[in-house]
């Protein structure tokens, strides 16, 4: 697949998805307030993001062309360069 192709199918990812949970900084932030309970010590959505990534690359170990894992990884990353913002 070539990268542009690929790109394009990790917008649609994330429209998709976004149409089925809400936008996508509404969901790492409701991940993050229960977290936040969970863990009784403060995490943002920033955070959640990071661990998503994190997520992602450590089922890459198992399964490394599963194509799934790389367009999740892309996501979440961007959404952690969108929230990073909020981070400074």
Known sequence: MQHTK???EAKAT????????GSP????ERIAAIATQMLAKPISAYDIAMIQVATKLGRMVASRSYEDN???AINYLVFAKELSKDQQ
């Open 6 to 8: 690929f790109l394009d």
């Open 25 to 28: 900084q509404q969901n790492l």
């Open 70 to 72: 790389y367009l999740d």
């Open 14 to 21: 994330i429209d998709s998805r976004a149409a089925q949970y």
